[in-house]
C-alpha cells in the first residue's frame, strides 16, 4: 500500500502537449548521470519548500522542462489518437499538460521532503537511456526503499523522461490502460472521453485553488 503511494507520486510527477516533434536519441552514459543528479537534486529542494504556491511552481517548471509531454501525451491515448479530427487532438493535448500538472498536486507530498536517492547505473535500450535508482524515504515513521527506473532520451538538445518504472510497472502502460478504460466506457466517443478528462482535471484545478486559498488565509491569521 505504501508504495502504491509512492507510486502515484512518482507517475504524477511523471505524466504530463502536441504531437512527437524533433529528433531522439538516447542519452551518453555520464549525461544521464549527470541529469538524474542534477534534476534529482532540484526536485528534493522543491520538496523542502514550506510555501505550498512556491512549491508547486518549481515542480511545474521542473516538469514541463524535463518531462517529455508530447511523447506521453501521444503514447497513453495509443491507437485513439489516429481517430480523433485535429481539433479533438489539440483539445486532448490541452486538457492532457492541466491533467498532469493539476493531478500530482492531489497526492501527498509531505513525506517527499524526506526523499534521497542514489543513482546505480545506466544503460542505452535503442532510442532510449535507461537510469536504474533507488530512493529511501519515511512514510509514517517507516523507511521505505524503492528500486525506479527512468526512463529517458535527448530531444532538440534537451533530455527529458518519457517513463517511469517501479518493479515491471511502467507509467506509460499504467495512464494507456487507464485512458482506454474511460474511453472504452464511453463506448469510444472521443468527444465524450475528452469531456470526462476536462471535468476531471477541473475538478483538481477547483480543489488546488480551494485548498491554497485556504492555506494562505491560515498564514494571514497566524
Not at 504556491?53 to 489516429?82: C, N, P, Q
Not at 517501479?166 to 474511453?183: D, H, N, P, T
Amino acid at each position: 500500500m505504501k508504495s502504491n503511494i509512492f507510486l502515484r507520486v512518482i507517475i504524477g510527477l511523471s505524466i504530463l502537449l502536441y504531437s512527437i516533434i524533433g529528433f531522439a536519441m538516447p542519452v551518453a552514459t555520464q549525461d544521464a548521470l549527470n541529469f538524474a543528479n542534477s534534476t534529482g537534486k532540484a526536485l528534493l529542494m522543491s520538496f523542502q519548500e514550506k510555501d505550498l504556491s512556491k512549491r508547486y511552481k518549481e515542480l511545474d517548471e521542473i516538469i514541463l522542462k524535463y518531462v517529455d509531454i508530447d511523447y506521453i501525451g501521444k503514447f497513453v491515448i495509443g491507437k485513439y489518437w489516429r481517430i480523433m479530427t485535429p481539433e479533438q487532438q489539440q483539445k486532448y493535448m490541452d486538457i492532457f499538460r492541466r491533467y498532469g500538472l493539476s493531478y500530482y498536486k492531489t497526492l501527498p507530498l509531505d513525506f517527499a521532503s524526506t526523499l534521497t536517492y542514489e543513482v546505480v547505473s545506466t544503460e542505452v535500450d535503442g532510442k532510449f537511456t535507461n537510469i536504474f535508482t533507488v530512493v529511501n524515504f519515511n512514510l509514517n515513521s517507516q523507511k521505505q526503499t524503492i528500486a525506479l527506473v527512468f526512463r529517458v532520451h535527448e530531444k532538440d538538445g534537451i533530455i527529458k523522461v518519457v517513463d517511469v518504472k517501479v518493479a515491471e510497472s511502467s507509467m506509460l502502460l499504467a495512464y494507456r490502460g487507464k485512458f482506454y478504460q474511460m474511453i472504452a466506457q464511453d463506448d469510444e466517443e472521443i468527444d465524450w472521453f475528452l469531456e470526462d478528462l476536462e471535468d476531471a482535471t477541473r475538478s483538481w484545478e477547483n480543489s488546488l485553488n480551494e485548498s491554497l486559498a485556504s492555506t494562505q488565509k491560515s498564514l494571514e491569521i497566524n
